[in-house]
């Protein structure tokens, strides 16, 4: 047997206890959002690093380009003074020259077609960077979306609880009420704690003889002499 202002509070304990829940959902969601909103800053990030790295391949390969361009203007050029000359040391020595440039074309292509290379599978890496960024940016809008109408009915559901809570509380004693509160504050939402084999399910402490009578005769509010909680018999 409970007494009756003890099942009125145990009411009203889970009640305030809801309103907690709730409460503590509603502290959280700004930072929840932050974090799902730094996942999409995160991956939208990556695939802008990823496109900035394939510009840069192409900007190298574009130098070497026109580095190749003007070496081999500079070998037309030695080929028609070479043309020109009837001497044959001079002449030997623009071959020379040309030699030299031409290797230094072929070294410089051989650059360019690394860069080619890098710059196919630059592709595939902005390939899944993009499909990581429009998977995260649905995941992400979804979680948003679900956070915002979990705010909407918490409003709705905080009114409805607390205007019971209201009714409820009227009901009861106003000292009692106040003892309630005190211990609801103190012990981390649980004011009355049921007695279980003897022993206190707030604390985890055996009752004495004379506490178990008197919660079972429930004549009287008692308290758990070792945390001072309300005990009510559990059945
Ligand atoms: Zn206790």
């Given at each position: 047997m409970i007494l009756p202002a003890v099942t009125e509070l145990?009411?009203?304990?889970?009640?305030?206890?809801k309103l907690r829940q709730l409460n503590t959902e509603l502290k959280n969601a700004p930072h929840e959002r932050k974090a799902l909103e730094a996942k999409l800053a995160g991956t939208a990030a990556a695939l802008d690093a990823a496109k900035l790295r394939a510009k840069e391949i192409e900007v190298k390969r574009k130098e070497l380009e026109n580095s190749v361009g003007s070496l081999n203007e500079r070998i037309s050029k030695y080929e028609n003074?070479?043309?020109?000359?009837?001497?044959?040391?001079?002449?030997?020595?623009?071959?020379?020259?040309?030699?030299?440039?031409?290797?230094?074309?072929?070294?410089?292509?051989?650059?360019?077609?690394?860069?080619?290379?890098?710059?196919?599978?630059?592709?595939?890496?902005i390939a899944a960077a993009d499909k990581a960024a429009s998977e995260t940016r649905g995941m992400v809008e979804r979680q948003i979306a679900d956070l915002d109408s979990k705010i909407k009915a918490i409003g709705g559901q905080r009114e409805e609880i607390t205007a019971e809570r209201a009714k409820l509380a009227a009901g009861v004693d106003e000292d009692l009420l106040d003892t309630y509160q005190r211990l609801f504050d103190k012990k981390d939402a649980l004011a009355i704690a049921a007695l279980a084999n003897e022993i206190c399910q707030g604390c985890h402490v055996k009752a004495q003889t004379h506490i178990v009578h008197a919660v079972k005769s429930a004549k009287d509010?008692?308290?758990?002499?070792?945390?001072?909680?309300?005990?009510?018999?559990?059945?």
């Open positions: 145990l009411i009203i304990q889970d009640r305030d206890r003074q070479k043309l020109g000359t009837k001497k044959n040391d001079e002449y030997q020595a623009f071959d020379h020259q040309i030699e030299t440039l031409k290797k230094e074309i072929a070294g410089l292509e051989d650059q360019e077609l690394a860069l080619m290379e890098a710059a196919e599978a630059q592709k595939v890496v509010v008692t308290h758990c002499l070792n945390c001072g909680r309300i005990l009510y018999l559990e059945t």
